[in-house]
């Protein structure tokens, strides 16, 4: 009883301690111009929230560099007066295009935790040219995967540049976040990036050990009187798309469609969609797959973003996902291969029914394929999420995909697949505690047995030290049809501890040891050894803010079945064999400040029954603010022994990015996959010629290399979407 009390205690002073600044929030009549001067005397009558501290190189002093931020609100909307001191005026400045990233470069963001609940945030920043950008934060802002940056909305910001400083005003609807009507404070925090002086600072003090957009560190801004409702305007967003292009044969097409945007309340969103088209959205990545598994990429798709984590953060993001949007548009073929399928129309409901209770709601509809033999399908997520304690929330998840025709081809095990799920995630006030605790149970039809899912992990994040419990298991019959499912029958551990430490001298900002063993059995096959990975690591963070690793890998696989480990269809290796192997790595990231830098990874030795050599970099050249031009490369040699065969594997890939103002973009990505197979460009032109409304000139083109350059794919777009309110 004493100790349970003692811990009750350490978290209740743990947690005021991180929410006691404040900031007021003066409530105003007159009118606010938006020009970067701040002249209007409700600015003057302000105390601006200050004394930011700094969060690199060190997390213990006041920042060299203050901020200073002051607010202002009416019934419509929120105004934000920004003074940010520097240096000089020798910004970084890499691009004039909305949605910037903040590494690398002069920028200031606010966060606002609208909810208090420490799990969710919207996201505002600007660099001192005044390129805007908007995000959502999720998950508690614990990983990456929880940052955002496709989500949009309208707001208007200007900046101007001063001797010593620059200044942004803003002003953002209220209609632009989710809140309670009557809340009388919100949480807060911002953090800012100055290169001139190296130096990333925030205004509630956050440990180097922790993300710097963690929703645990947040003070309060505190609003003169209670919020009224925000009376959000609806969203209509018509787009017309013509096409033309050439496969096998010439085709040309014409596509009208559109979302449209509700809000239901202060805190429920309803998004429709008819007939959609996704042909704006950049191409992914090509990568360079070793292994004998799929790889997932990220979602980019505009309307499965906002609320996204709501539906997809279940399960293991890595090996047992039940939910992945890019499932939904895609199917297969009869000879086994992914292509595009038509999503007719669709919904999502997604939102807070009360401070502590969230619900998701989507449903889209796809369409029959007759020539390559693909059903229609109705495609359905209900999931719900109720916040416990400080931080933590326990969720459920229904997913259903039901074949909605009558084909012929149509087998009965292709009917319907269904998972219900419950995750309990956890997070203590100032995220030194995590994890995520899961159980999921799929439905398919003749299958009764083995389809089930279930999950633990547990972090510590405290000081020096970083430890993870985690394990899964998923069952031999356990699918998702709209889910990530690596592969089935297994029992995984992936435990992991890191040491993390700080020099007082010399030219390395912080030191990070770990060692992650990972083991996979094989439940079904008496519990044998599947894999091992022994993952020893050394990472340095440089305080010029340069990177440098040292990797060593100590694995052990058994093939249960053949696999060609040349990847270059030779002979394969045989089932029922096994091998131990080692190799490491090492990877250096130059100076991200300067104009010109890059990363190098090479890696070097033993694969499978051979030997492997890997060299991956990554070149950027930034003439800024207009010219971001970068090349990504990876070289692998695989060399077995006879009679397996040996290759050579080449993912190349330019790219250039040209901004001529900041409406105006152009970007051009070429890429070159051995493994794909494909030499392709996708050039895009971007016009945004009134707020979130755009103008798009899109080439495509694709070549088969392997036999012969020849063509696989062309296609031009024309598409326009206007954003409309109503």
Known sequence: MTKRLFYCIVISISFSSIAQKRVDVKYISETITIDAVLNEAAWQATTPASEFWQYFPTDTIQAKNQTEISMLYNDRKLYVGIKVYSSGDDYVIPSLRRDFRAGGSDNITLMFDTFNDGANAFLFGTNPSGVRREALVSGGGKSL?????????????????????YICEWAIPLSAFKFRAG????????????????????????????????????????????????????????????LIGSEEDDFSEFKVGGDAKFTIGNSLNLDLTINPDFSQVEVDQQVTNLTRFEVNLPERRQFFI?????????????????FFS???????????????????????????????????????????????????????????????FSRSNISAVFINRQNTSSKDYISENEEYNRVIGLDYNLANADNSWNGKFYGHKSFSPNVDSDDYSSGASL?????????????????????????FIRRTDI???????????????????????????????????????????IITRWNSELKNTGRLTATLFNRYTYLFDEF??????????????????????????????????????????????????????????????????SVRARYDHIELPQPYSNNDLWLIGPRVDITFSKSIFWATFIQYSSQEDNFGINSRLQWRFAPLSDLFLVYNDNYF??????????????????????
């Open 491 to 533: 029992f995984k551990i992936d435990p992991q501890i890191e040491y993390l430490l700080f020099p007082k001298k010399g030219f390395i900002n912080r030191h990070t040891f770990s060692i992650t063993p990972i083991s996979v059995w094989r439940p079904k096959q008496d519990f044998k050894l599947a894999d091992y990975t």
């Open 306 to 322: 906002e609320n996204s984590d709501l539906f997809a953060d279940f399960g293991n993001s890595r090996d047992a996902n039940p």
């Open 564 to 629: 060609d480990a040349s990847l270059s269809d030779g002979i394969p290796l045989p089932a029922d064999t096994d091998y131990s192997y080692s190799s490491l790595e090492l990877e250096y990231q130059s100076n991200t400040r300067k104009p010109f830098f890059y990363r190098i990874k090479p890696v070097a030795g033993q694969f499978f029954n051979g030997e492997i050599y890997t060299v991956s970099s990554e070149l950027t050249l930034r003439i800024q603010p207009k010219l971001l031009f």
């Open 459 to 483: 972090n510590y994040n405290r000081g020096s030290w970083r430890a993870r419990a985690s394990g899964l298991f998923v069952g031999e019959n356990f699918s998702s049809d709209l889910g």
């Open 183 to 242: 809340e009388t404070k919100w949480r807060f925090n911002s953090y800012m990036f100055d290169t001139q002086s190296n130096e990333r600072s925030t205004w509630i003090q956050i440990p180097q050990n922790q993300f710097i957009f963690n929703l645990g560190y947040m003070g309060e801004m505190v609003f003169e009187k209670p919020l009224g409702n925000s009376k959000s305007p609806i969203s209509i967003i018509p787009y017309i798309n013509g």
């Open 705 to 726: 290399t392997s036999d012969v350059f020849a063509p696989r794919f062309r296609s031009i777009n024309l598409k326009m979407t206007y954003w409309l309110y109503l």
């Open 145 to 165: 995967r929880g940052f955002t940056t496709s989500w949009d909305t309208k707001w208007v910001g200007e900046t101007k540049q001063y001797d010593g400083y």
């Open 326 to 388: 890019r499932r939904i548009g895609i199917a297969k073929d009869t000879a086994d291969n992914s292509i595009q399928n038509d999503i007719i129309g669709g919904f999502r409901l997604s939102g807070k029914l009360t401070n502590d209770f969230r619900v998701g709601v989507l449903n889209m509809q796809t369409a029959s394929d007759n020539d390559n033999e693909i059903g229609s399908n109705n495609n359905t997520v209900v999931a719900f999420q109720h916040r416990l």
